[in-house]
């Protein structure tokens, strides 16, 4: 195996989750605010209407309570206004609640008790914030407060500051309920979190950027997110048939990257398919087995570890999650997120991959595609180029080199005439002038002729009856074919070089130009009565129809990029005949293009 290493660093990182958009996050205090300030106004009307009055200090109740419906209403104003940074409000916000309800529950204590609102509310604002962990901190912080409070007002002489068993039973509730607020909040964390995920995915396609810039930032957010120590991409070239292997690895709060081009893969995991990904919770290859999931078919199967199977990081990985990068439904390699804590991976978390794979391998193609598309596109129009300038520049050029031809055998021969042949040289090489001039305004414009297939094939009679005194007559349809003004162009220049070709190597003097429109095709046809195709364009058939290939290269390739046919009829000393043939689905597709 031959490889050669890169390691950059990439900075330090910040520990845990990355956090949520901002805007997503302020969204979130501004309902959080909405629901506390609602919530504050109704625990204190139902208070004050309350004919059992607090067993202690009814007035201070009152007090606390109008004051953290004051507090309530101007976090609102603020929140609601942008006033305050949405990350810090929730740390701010969260331990004054904690304060505050537990205050409230301590005074509260003889009447219609909000103790169970108060406490529920602020399990539910943190576990919508930070999910389940944090949710069970605060959780038994409050269980912790409430009676420690009731205990130390009696301490300080509250009346009816007495302790009982249901100050023990209202915080043990209160622990189950935290824990399954938290629980169903980390699920729907965890959703949201993938959601964004996969929302931020495409930003990473991008044309003309390195590829390995959008790997590394994926695979970082990918380490994040499964909380992750250790992940490798390995893809393999299709032309070069060698792998190239990113490995990343994240040591206190630094992510490191490493590039190695291997000639093959360096962790093959042979008991499971190319399509196939996997979960193993138990690396050790003695009698553990890994959970095989097929992307193709959807089959799930158990399979066994064989020893000596290399996995990343080896003496460190405790878990492991691996999925297949398919292209088109061809195995291009895989990608391996490693746990180096006893944390196992879920099932989950093997379908999240899949489809996180799934998707940056289509992005990533399409990337790919897109800019194959744009060489495939600028070779067509160097193409284009090279015919217009074959039908157009090089034959006046061409014009021009058989008249100074003419003048140099007039010298010596008829010197009276050369004054003549000057002169249509001249114009010869003002008319090429005008065309490369009109050619270069087309060429800056970036657009072709706007002129209709019917006024271009006039415009082309006249010019070839004024200036080659060949006779052309078009028959068409009344009623115009809609045609995109990109399809008009090309068989505007193939009946050009047809008559140019007719003139200059058959000698014709007259030429039929005819359009014919059905519903699934359109037909062209030039025919002209000249001497027709002499020697070199190879032999016809008995119908007097020449090869593909021996028609005119530049119709040829006009005719192909607009998916139609071509055949050329000819006899020695009577005429050509070209038709072409066009479908009508790529007519809607160039008007699409042109759109």
Not at 182 to 190: K, Q, V
Not at 346 to 363: I, K, N, S
Request: proline content about 5%; overall charge positive; hydrophobic content about 45%.
């Amino acid at each position: 195996m031959r490889s050669v290493s890169l390691h950059l660093p990439f900075g330090a990182r910040r520990h845990g989750p990355r956090a949520a958009p901002l805007e997503a996050f302020s969204r979130t205090e501004k309902i959080i605010a909405f629901c506390r300030l609602l919530l504050t106004i109704y625990t204190l009307a139902v208070v004050t209407i309350d004919p059992q009055q607090p067993s202690f200090k009814p007035n201070f109740a009152d007090v606390v309570l109008g004051a953290y419906v004051a507090y309530s209403a101007l976090l609102f104003f603020l929140v609601r206004g942008a006033y305050v940074s949405a990350q810090r409000v929730g740390v701010f916000s969260t331990a004054v609640d904690v304060l505050w309800v537990s205050l409230i529950a301590l005074f509260t204590e003889g009447g219609t008790s909000p103790f169970f609102a108060l406490h529920v509310f602020v399990i539910l604002s943190v576990s919508v914030r930070w999910g389940l962990a944090a949710t069970l901190a605060v959780t038994v912080l409050l269980a912790a407060f409430y009676p420690g409070l009731i205990v130390a007002g009696r301490a300080i002489d509250f009346h009816g500051a007495v302790f009982r068993s249901i100050h023990l039973f209202r915080p043990i509730y209160l622990l189950v309920i935290g824990y399954l607020i938290g629980y169903l909040g980390e699920h729907e964390r965890r959703a949201k979190r993938k959601l964004g995920f996969m929302l931020e995915l495409p930003a990473a396609f991008r044309r003309k950027q390195p590829p390995g810039r959008a790997f590394s930032r994926l695979v970082r957010r990918a380490l994040d997110y499964f909380q992750a120590e250790r992940a490798t991409l390995a893809l393999r070239d299709p032309e070069s048939d060698r792998y190239f292997v990113w490995a990343f690895a994240r040591r206190r709060g630094r992510t490191r990257l490493s590039l190695r081009i291997a000639e093959a893969d360096p962790f093959p995991f042979r008991f499971a398919a190319p399509t196939e990904g996997f979960m193993a919770n138990d690396v050790r290859p003695a009698g553990s087995t890994v959970t095989c999931y097929d992307v193709l078919n959807g089959t799930m199967e158990r399979k066994a570890i064989p020893a000596g199977t290399p996995v990343p990081g080896q003496k460190s990985a405790q878990a492991l999650l691996v999925a297949p990068v398919l292209v088109q439904r061809e195995p291009r390699g895989h990608v391996t997120v490693v746990r180096e804590t006893r944390r196992k991976f879920t099932r989950d978390d093997l379908e999240f991959l899949l489809l996180l794979v799934g998707q940056a391998a289509a992005g990533f193609e399409n990337v790919r595609l897109l800019e194959k598309a744009e060489e495939v596109a600028v070779l067509e129009e160097r193409g284009r180029i090279a015919r217009d300038l074959h039908d157009g520049f090089i034959q006046s050029l061409a014009g021009i080199d058989l008249r100074v031809e003419a003048c140099k055998l007039l010298l010596q021969r008829d010197p009276s005439r050369i004054r003549h042949e000057l002169g249509e040289l001249h114009e010869a090489v003002n008319r090429g002038y005008r065309e490369v001039r009109h050619y270069l305004s087309m060429l800056r414009a970036a657009s072709r002729p706007a002129d209709d297939l019917w006024s271009s094939l006039d415009r082309l009679a006249a010019e070839f009856s004024i200036r080659e005194r060949l006779r052309v007559h078009v028959a068409r349809p009344e009623c115009e074919p809609d045609l995109p003004t990109s399809t008009a162009y090309e068989l505007t220049q193939i009946v050009r070089e047809a008559l140019r070709n007719a003139v200059r190597h058959g000698h014709a003097t007259q030429a039929v130009v005819k359009v014919a429109k059905r519903a699934s095709h359109l037909y062209l046809v030039v025919r002209d009565n000249g001497r027709g195709f002499q020697n070199g364009h190879g032999a016809s058939d008995t119908d007097g129809f020449l090869p593909p290939g021996s028609a005119p290269w530049s119709i040829r390739e006009r005719c192909a990029a607009l998916g139609g046919t071509l055949r050329v009829r000819t006899q020695a000393g009577r005429g050509a005949e070209l038709s072409l043939t066009i479908p009508a689905a790529s007519h809607a597709a160039d008007r699409r293009m042109d759109a």
